[in-house]
């Protein structure tokens, strides 16, 4: 009986943290929609990260006074990356445990042997949920893994606000004081951890970026690559910071970006046109930006010459299927950050854009006379 009693009392804190956590995760593609449109909501998302980083700081020290009687004792602060579900999810056992796994492999540092082994066990359960035939196990993987994907999302951009990164802004006047005020506010709480490039839970930003692509991947190897390509599309705010990040971050953001650009291809037949040419339209005004400017690496080129001679075509196709006037604003915001960056000759997309200026000039044309 004491058993249960502790067991309940331990629960407790778990089941506020997951219900906070999955109520951010899905609050935030609405709030990012939004802020698109309003400014005042920007600023309103970045105090709702502070606030959720800051209740995630204080959540250890808390559970930490929770206590088991004399026979049973369980010291829940080294459990406290447990993580029950996602969005109620949780509700079964296989369901709490994929989520428990996707959340450690975050918490993990790399450089730990348990690393491996967590994510291992992460693509093993993911793997057999998908290859039976049965639909509520395909549908927990899309449930979970969007919902993992939302969260290191948000992790990255987190981590990468904390630091300072991104400070200035390039996609409207009012990001940068934004990014620079949530960082003082950070730092305020007590959040901000001093050492450049590390999280809260002490991983890198360019750790957790590698955690996307694997996200993305596993999402895309299950049949929701669409998921992971309407939430990268929406993550505009990532993308504005990623501007100016570190040079081996911009390579990682470039290599989910390469990827899922490669996905919302094939997207085609399965969405409606208006939908499909929003998702496209977001994607490049999102982080063509980002390949334009973060695609040398600093050893070595982010991607090969042939996955840049592929990206570069997709890239291509995808302009010329959207209107002429949302052409102009695709083509407009790479010639600015084509010539921006000169140690960079990709992508390049002078094709498209001469036969956008050839379609324009012919609009002064007088019509045919019959």
């Not at 800051?54 to 004792?73: E, G, I, M, V």
């Not at 959340?103 to 790399?110: E, L, R, T």
């Not at 840049?308 to 075509?313: G, N």
């Not at 299927?321 to 600015?336: C, D, K, P």
Request: charged share 20%; proline share 3%; hydrophobic share 40%.
């Amino acid at each position: 009986m004491g058993m249960m009693e502790n067991s309940a009392v331990f629960m407790a804190p778990l089941l506020l943290r997951n219900t906070v956590t999955s109520l951010l995760v899905y609050a935030d593609k609405s709030i990012l929609v939004l802020a698109e449109k309003y400014k005042a909501l920007e600023i309103f998302r970045y105090l709702v990260i502070a606030s959720f980083l800051f209740f995630l700081r204080l959540f250890p020290s808390f559970s930490q006074f929770l206590k088991a009687d004399d026979d049973y004792t369980f010291n829940s602060t080294q459990s406290s990356g447990y993580f029950v579900g996602y969005g109620g999810v949780g509700d079964s056992g296989i369901g709490r445990a994929l989520s428990q796994l996707l959340w450690s492999v975050n918490d993990i540092p790399v450089s730990s042997s348990k690393y491996g082994i967590v994510r291992s066990l992460a693509e093993r359960l993911i793997e057999e949920n998908n290859n039976e035939d049965i639909e509520a196990l395909r549908e927990m993987n899309r449930t979970v893994l969007s919902a993992a994907f939302s969260r290191t999302l948000c992790l990255v951009e987190a981590a990468m606000v904390e630091l300072g990164q991104g400070r200035v802004g390039h996609y409207g006047a009012g990001f940068g004081p934004v990014c620079y005020q949530l960082n003082r506010l950070l730092r305020a709480v007590g959040v901000g951890s001093g050492r450049v490039g590390v999280s809260r839970s002490g991983n890198s930003a360019e750790k957790l970026a590698a955690e996307l692509l694997w996200l993305a991947e596993e999402l895309a190897g299950c049949g929701f690559e669409e998921e992971a390509v309407e939430r990268w599309a929406s993550a505009s705010n990532l993308a504005a910071l990623s501007l100016s990040a570190e040079p081996r971050l911009q390579g990682s953001l470039v290599k989910v970006s390469a990827f899922l650009f490669k996905q919302m291809k094939d997207m085609d037949s399965e969405e409606t046109e208006e939908g499909s040419r929003q998702t496209k339209m977001k994607m490049l005004t999102s982080w063509l930006p980002l390949l334009c400017r973060g695609s040398n690496g600093t050893d070595m080129p982010v991607l090969s010459l042939s996955e840049r001679a592929e990206l570069e075509k997709i890239l291509e196709d995808t302009v010329n299927m959207l209107q002429h006037e949302e052409q102009e604003q695709v083509l407009s915001l790479w010639l600015h950050h084509f010539t921006y960056c000169p140690s960079s000759d990709w992508p390049n997309l002078h094709a498209s854009y001469a036969r956008w200026c050839t379609t324009s000039r012919k609009l002064f044309l007088p019509p045919l006379k019959m």
